[in-house]
């Protein structure tokens, strides 16, 4: 007896063997769908155990199953379906197609994208089925709120067909919702050539051209402020110039800018030094070496005495030894020479930053207190001699 020579698995099907093939998915289809009638399920199908069970079934499987092994049923269904040499281009176009409706019907919308997006891949020459794929793919991502997504497959699939309605509508919802109004503005009047009494399309660029308007009030608002903050800019630094103060890493006048005056505290900058009435008001920072704290003072003017600011300070509720008062202590500062200086506290703040041996850093005049003839301020003045 002679041996059957194996099939060529590429061999395309004959027209007997494609109807035989057919007969026999349909009544496993309803063997298995009678089964599901007789068939009680305890606790029901969940909206994530009804695929599980589904995939089970030839029909709609959808991937390999883990042994490998698919029945003969799962395979014919399987090329009759997906084989490209099977199917023309248009035909797999349409089963993708299928696919990705069926998943947007019950709301799973990735899986819709995935289906129309294999579709695509496809590359069908039908101008129409383009159109719906985009589309479609267009719709699942619309609500998955991927508005740019939507936006981008909206316009695709009106370029294979100007005149489809719910793609130029639905480009024009995302338009507006990435706030690109006058693209929105530009498809409704689009379509509303084709559509001429769009109700939609007519409310949709009375709404772009408001945000039209408040955008422009908006930016005039900004740019109103940009020139505020430029001129407000200018003037403390022209102040900070006229008074010949020092700033840190600012060897010559044109070499200071706002960044070099920011706090480098952190927590601080937003209280930079800021020009008011014609008068400078800066922070003030204090560090108390015996204890390690420091206090941070915000809005001093440069017209008010250090001793001033710092009885607003003392006594402090860490000197349980009331070691720090105005009577008893001694104010430094590190002069330029990067020996600290003995400060006058009676002086106002603006005249002890514009001596010659100060020098402004981080933004920020800062002060050394200590206990005055303390062992606390021996130590400090003993790092520096």
Known sequence: MAEETPQDPKKPMTDEERLALCQKMDQEL?????????????????????????????????????????????????????DPEENTVLELATNYKEDGNFNFRHKNYRMAILGYTEGIRVKCEDADMNAFLYNNRAAAQYHLKNYRSALADSERALTFKPDHTKARLRASKCAFDISKY???????????????????????????????????????KQDKLEQVKVQTKDAVIKAILDRGIKIAQCDEDGDLDLAKLEPSMPGAHAHMVYLEDGKLNWPVLLFYPETLLTDFIVDCPEDVPLESQLAKVFPAPWDTQNNYSIEKINVYSEGCNKLPQVIDMSMNLGDILKTKYFEVRGGTPAFTIVPRGSQAEKRFLSAYF
Request: glycine fraction near 4%; aromatic fraction near 8%.
């Open 30 to 82: 309803d063997d298995f769908i009678n089964s599901l009638e007789r068939k009680r399920y305890t606790d029901g199908w969940s909206e994530d155990k009804w695929e599980e069970e589904m995939d089970k079934h030839p029909f709609f499987m959808k991937s390999v199953p883990e042994n490998g092994e698919m029945s003969a049923l799962s395979e014919g269904l399987a090329k009759l379906k997906y």
């Open 182 to 220: 006058n693209l929105c503005i530009q498809h409704c009047e689009k379509l509303l050539e084709i559509t001429p009494n769009d109700n939609e399309a007519s409310e949709l660029i009375k709404k772009a051209k408001r945000k039209l308007l408040m955008q422009a009030r908006d930016k005039r």
